[in-house]
């Protein structure tokens, strides 16, 4: 018999998010870098789709999933790149949470919210990368990240409130929840 | 609503970090090539061909004729190498994994630089 408290962890369903995460980071290969290592943020679609029916801990196991997974598909698991990946979908998850949690829905969009998202990224990214990895050269790529960041992140947001507006399976878990 | 606060925020961040780096100063061009030795420098001006040292190995910069372009480095993807050339002030390009960074500093942004930025 489960004790009463915390509603189990859904492993089932956030191993499939965790999985679409992995096939969105895969078609990003699809598209030209036009600078290096610059994400469009595709693997983060089922981070913010989630956010509205995922608890905190199931929403940890699903960045957990996408961090190391993402790292083992693209081999960069013992790498620099990992630190970056790392610490920028911390930063996004937290940002993206915390006002999923604590901003009622009338005053931002998930539009908003990715768009704050990608902002985190981007800024512990470039300090990661200045600060620890290659240093003060590697501001130059800050204007670089920030402005593509706007336009994807924008993007992203608005891919993520469509999908949720018109899809019937979401739809359903997000009853459930 | 906060979504046009974070737009507002990214825009900025945008421009400011833009600004930082592409700044008009009075120094002349140079190459700025940064790599596992520290900071080395270069007039944009004179041809020559210049061994970056990384942890995968030597990235090979080539100078020539006023423009900057990564020749081969032991990378996997080449995105640096794709980069192409570059020849204004702000521009760079870089070998991440192998973490050197090409940047060329001093003198005023060109046109051809702002068009960039715009792309």
Redesign the interface.
């Known amino acids: 018999m489960r004790p009463s408290g915390k509603p189990p962890v859904r492993t089932d369903l956030v191993a499939f998010f965790g999985a679409l995460s992995l096939f969105f980071a895969t078609l990003e290969y699809l598209f030209p870098k036009p600078i290096p290592f610059f994400r469009l943020g595709l693997s983060n679609l089922p981070l913010l789709v989630s956010l509205g029916f995922f608890s905190f801990r199931e929403q940890m196991l699903l960045l957990l999933l996408k961090v190391v997974g993402t790292g083992i598909v693209n081999g960069t698991l013992a790498s620099h790149v990992f630190l970056f990946s790392t610490g920028a979908t911390l930063a996004s998850f937290i940002v993206m949470y915390g006002l999923h949690r604590l901003v009622p829905p009338g005053v931002i969009s998930l539009t908003g919210i990715s768009l704050a998202g990608a902002v985190a990224s981007n800024a512990v990214q470039i300090a990661l990368a200045i600060g620890i990895v290659y240093g003060p050269a590697a501001g130059v790529v800050a204007p670089w990240y920030f402005g593509l960041g706007t336009f994807t992140g924008w993007a992203m947001g608005w891919g993520a409130t469509a999908f949720l507006k018109h899809s019937k399976w979401l739809g359903r878990l997000r009853a459930q929840a | 609503?906060?979504?046009?606060?974070?737009?507002a925020?990214?825009?900025t961040?945008?421009?400011g970090?833009?600004w930082?780096?592409?700044a008009p100063t009075d120094a002349p061009l140079r190459v700025?090539v940064?790599d596992a030795r520290g900071?080395s420098l270069f007039p944009l001006d004179e041809n020559r061909t210049i061994q970056a040292r990384g942890p995968l190995g030597i990235t090979t910069v080539e100078i020539v004729h006023g423009g900057v372009f990564i020749d081969d480095s032991p990378c996997t993807n080449k995105?640096?190498i794709a980069?192409g050339t570059i020849r204004s002030t702000?521009q760079?390009v870089?070998?991440?994994?192998n973490?050197v960074?090409v940047?060329i500093t001093g003198g005023s942004p060109s046109s051809e630089a702002l068009d960039a930025?715009i792309w």
């Open positions: 609503m906060l979504d046009w606060f974070f737009l925020l990214s825009l961040l945008t421009v970090t833009g930082a780096v592409l700025e940064e900071i995105v640096c980069m702000g760079f870089a070998c991440l994994p973490r960074f940047r930025a």
